[in-house]
């Protein structure tokens, strides 16, 4: 440190009489030059130069595991590294690129791709290995593929464990728990005839479920339709073991949505293709409802990669990734405003929701309940639109929302993410709380008032803006997801998943869809209760 500058009190020197040098040093040691490292360019000496190995360079960006945001602020700031690397896998790449396209080799959804199919996903991206590795964390952020997942569904239940086993247990009055029978089932039971397969994404509707594997490949059971409404349709055959879908065999799917009177799939592309529900072009094209060709999603979708979908009562929200950043698009039914677009019309191809641009908001995950949806913005802001009734929209009131509406009473919560379901949401704060609102019959809001199970009172009252979810505080567990039943003729019931494995259940479950004992005459539990299962 410079004295000059220091703000230390000065030194304290005794004082010394005045010697001559010679005298002090009696045998001067013999003096050498002052050695000067080698440096290559025109670097300055004791300067490590980049240039001189961009190999370690291009070691460290990868093992540091940059975000693409950050790759392009090297570029933008370091010329660098906008210059060509000169060394394989590819000499005119930049450094920040060659890292961006080594971290893509590293996911799961990339690697088993031939180098056709790297540079057409790199092309859709927008041209830069950058773009397509944030089309990748993107999509991995919103479906969190390769990790265990637990699907309330309409009256029956799906987890799939860390090693790809899947489990299933409730209603199977269609074939749709996939143990080869229609007997219904109170606990968890393994599907076995999925054996070697490993399932990586589950997705379930009104007696109905869809498997994904980590192959792409998709498998399906239980109603054997596309298209049919979830109830008071009649004559539908039933498959009661899990049966390959032949028509998407030559499509990688990593996700998939079940809405009424369709079926949408998205492609590791990030292509959205769609099951019937075509007629008078409502989906963009023209099909019948029994229609077992996957369609693929036109108009404004149609060149840009998808990187998660979610269904709800005939509609269809999409969360895409331009160059410039992400953006929601919808499709379907405007019934109550849950297109977000400013009215109640419905839509018959994609259409940007504009209002996320307005309110500054960079959108990563979203979800589509029956009669509203939510998304999570990157700085932990929830907006919510559509049907408030039962104060589902968390805005304090029961009022419809025909755009997307900030939820005010979450602003001091840093939401990472949202599930939605018949007039119910649920959000999940950065540090594991949970917050719930909107409809609280069957107990699946998890808000009990102190009530034990079994008691009577007014256990399941309607919650109008965000409350804690004090129960779920109880188990001392980190919750990072939460996934509760998304039908209007089904009782509700929730899941609530830890960042251990552990699955915690209450709501609904007179058909065992919570696989958790219930007391005599008991229909319901409002108390989370851990389920008797291992998902590591």
Known sequence: MDATTSETAPIQFCSIPDQSVSSIVTNPASTFPLSKRHCFGESYPGEFPLATNPSIVLHVLTACNLDPKDLAKLEATCSFFRQPANFAPDYELSISELAALDMCRKRAIFKPMTTEQQQALKQRCGGSWKLALRFLLAGEACCRREKFLAIAGPGHSITVTSKGAVYSFGSN??????????????????????????????????????????????????????????????????????KLVESLKDIFVVQA??????????????????????????????????????????????????VQIAAGYCYLLALACHPNGMSVYSVGCGLGGKLGHGSRTDEKHPRLIEQFQLLNLQTVVVAAGAW??????????????????????????????SSPKVVEALSNVKAVHVATGDYTTFVVSDDGDVYSFGCGESASLGHNNGIADGEQGNRNPHILSPELVTSLKQINERVVQISLTNSIYWNAHTFALTESGKLYAFGAGDKGQLG?????????RGNPEQVDIDLN
């Not at 958790?516 to 319901?524: C, F, G, H, K, P």
């Open 516 to 524: 958790v004992e219930l007391m005599a005459n008991q229909t319901e």
């Open 257 to 306: 949505a079940i809405g009424n009177f369709f079926t949408a799939v998205l492609s590791r592309e990030g292509r959205v293709y769609t099951f019937s529900w075509g007629s008078d072009s409502r989906l963009g094209h023209q099909t019948e409802p029994n229609d077992l060709e996957p369609r693929p999603l036109m108009g404004a979708l149609e060149n840009t990669p998808v």
């Open 173 to 242: 009055s269609s074939g749709q728990l996939g143990h080869g029978t229609t007997e219904d089932e109170s606990r968890p039971r393994l599907i076995r005839s999925l054996q070697g397969i490993r399932i990586i994404q589950a997705v379930a509707g009104s007696g109905r479920t869809m498997l994904i594997s980590d192959a792409g490949r998709v498998y399906a059971f239980g109603k054997d339709s596309f298209g049919e409404a979830e109830y008071g349709a009649q004559g539908a055959p039933v498959v009661t073991t899990p």
């Open 372 to 401: 509203h949806a939510a998304i999570v913005g990157q700085d932990g802001r929830v907006c919510t639109w559509g049907w408030g009734r039962y104060g589902c929209l968390g805005h304090g009131n029961e009022e419809c929302e």
